[in-house]
């Protein structure tokens, strides 16, 4: 199966617009870094509506019929983010259209992928509390140890985790839940520009996580 097809364009674009010294980014040694997250492996630590939800996602996405999606998106808040820049359009069709089959199986297989790795718990600050898979949008990807490498090649191809090594954050296929169970996001790709992760919270997020729309 292809690997994140959309990585050549978005590197393109991520070094015309970074500066030499990217937006947010401060000269190596002037602050602590951030502590590395833990990564939720056992499913059964999570919150009974996460773990719901996480579950039907997979029972949609190995069913082959990416409209079994559709009645997940819809929440309380209004609906998944996706990476769309037209709002209005239909969030199946778009997923058919970013992937590689056009029918959406290959996002499908992604969704298996991602949610069959570690999660991570983010929320501090003012900012939303969310469980996100991959558990990579957490931790650089120089810091990945031998195994954790291992794991990012089951989702990724070493082409793919070498330009996100030059990036310098996780851009590929990620979605976060709320402690509620709500579908927050699911998106590709790095829609907030040459930003670097956020430091200082509960983990290092790419800035695409922090534009979510306020929990009620």
Not at 28 to 38: M, N, R, V
Request: net charge negative.
């Amino acid at each position: 199966m292809r690997r994140l097809s959309l990585l050549p364009i978005i590197f393109t674009g991520f070094c015309l617009a970074s500066a030499p010294a990217a937006r947010g980014q401060k000269p190596a040694g002037s602050a602590k870094a951030a502590a590395l997250p833990p990564i939720i492996y056992n499913m059964s630590a999570l919150p009974a509506p996460v773990r719901l939800m996480r579950e039907h996602i997979l029972a949609a996405a190995k069913s082959g019929n990416i409209e079994a999606l559709r009645p997940l998106f819809a929440h309380k808040n209004g609906a998944t983010r996706l990476m769309s820049d037209d709002s209005s359009q239909d969030p199946i069709t778009y997923l058919k259209e970013i992937s590689a089959d056009g029918q959406g199986l290959e996002v499908l297989a992604s969704l298996v992928q991602i949610l069959q790795t570690g999660a991570v718990h983010s929320g501090n600050n003012g900012r939303e509390e969310l469980y996100i898979w991959p558990y990579f949008v957490a931790v650089p990807p120089q810091k990945l140890s031998p195994a954790q490498i291992v794991e990012a090649y089951e989702i990724m191809s070493v082409d793919d985790l070498d330009t996100i090594k030059e990036i310098g954050h996780y851009i590929y296929f990620r979605l976060g839940l709320a402690p509620d169970g709500q579908w927050r996001f699911f998106l590709t790709g790095d829609d907030s520009g040459p930003a670097q992760p956020k430091r200082g919270d509960t983990i290092a997020l790419p800035d695409d996580s922090g534009d979510l729309p306020p929990a009620e």
